[in-house]
């Protein structure tokens, strides 16, 4: 079992910056493959990265370049460094994690809410 929490979430001008956190907490945190989903209004939930347990990491076509994952094993977190910030960028962000090795997205944070806007 893997407990999730988020933060870092918040309004921010078109151009500028954010940077995300996740907590996780009660397993064998470096076994896992952590990634970012979000979700829009009226939108299905799409995966943006995630990072696997050593360097690896994926990025959605629209985020390459401006988004950054990253992990640190030791303190059991993941981060999401967000720059050039866009209007279509405004979403829920979810802090999701699965076992390497499975497919399925199995825990979830609460969500934190990133809206860019001016």
């Known amino acids: 079992q893997v407990q999730l929490a988020e933060s870092g979430g918040g309004l921010v001008q078109p151009g500028g910056s954010l940077r995300l956190s996740c907590a996780a907490s009660?397993?064998?945190?470096?076994?896992?493959?952590m990634g970012w989903y979000r979700q829009a209004p009226g939108k299905q939930r799409e995966l943006v990265a995630f990072?696997?347990?050593?360097?690896?990491?994926y990025y959605q076509d629209s985020v390459k370049g401006r988004f950054t994952i990253s992990r640190d094993n030791a303190k059991n977190t993941v981060a999401l460094q967000m720059n050039s910030l866009k209007p279509e960028d405004t979403a829920v962000y979810y802090c999701s994690a699965r076992w390497a090795g499975t497919l399925t997205w199995d825990y979830w944070g609460q969500g934190t809410q990133v809206t860019v806007s001016s």
């Open positions: 009660g397993s064998i945190f470096s076994g896992y493959v």
């Open positions: 990072i696997d347990s050593g360097v690896s990491t």
